[in-house]
């Protein structure tokens, strides 16, 4: 069993940073690509941020682009989002998602999620 464990969430101003972790269990993160996504309140589950097993590959979601870093570190077996210059339109529910390909994954490659951790950018 696939255990998918993220964190690093909480509430900060706009224009702070929070960096969020992903780890997993059952599997070794650092031979698959992972990525991350987001649900606001009201609104469908969006991609955010994805990078392949190496790390070597990573791709953003246009909003993100600039502010975001998507990392890893395979001998921690941990998969990173450093989020700066947070703006209140990023506010949600944060999920980390193990891919079955060590590529950079696609939209359809991922098959084990995390619970997701709340990230929360007041005004």
């Known amino acids: 069993q696939v255990h998918v464990v993220e964190s690093g969430g909480g509430m900060v101003q706009a224009g702070g940073s929070l960096r969020l972790s992903c780890a997993a269990s059952?599997?070794?993160?650092?031979?698959?690509?992972v990525g991350w996504f987001r649900q606001a309140p009201g609104k469908e589950r969006e991609f955010v941020a994805a990078i392949s097993w190496s790390g070597g590959r990573t791709n953003y979601e246009d909003s993100v682009k600039g502010r975001f870093t998507i990392s890893r570190d395979n001998a921690k077996n941990t998969v990173y989002l450093q989020m700066n210059s947070l703006k209140p339109d990023d506010t949600a529910i944060y999920y980390c998602?193990?891919?079955?390909?060590?590529?950079?994954?696609?939209?359809?490659?991922?098959?084990?999620w995390g619970q997701g951790t709340q990230v929360t950018v007041s005004s």
């Open positions: 998602a193990t891919a079955r390909v060590s590529r950079l994954p696609g939209r359809n490659d991922y098959d084990y």
């Open positions: 059952g599997r070794t993160l650092s031979d698959y690509g």
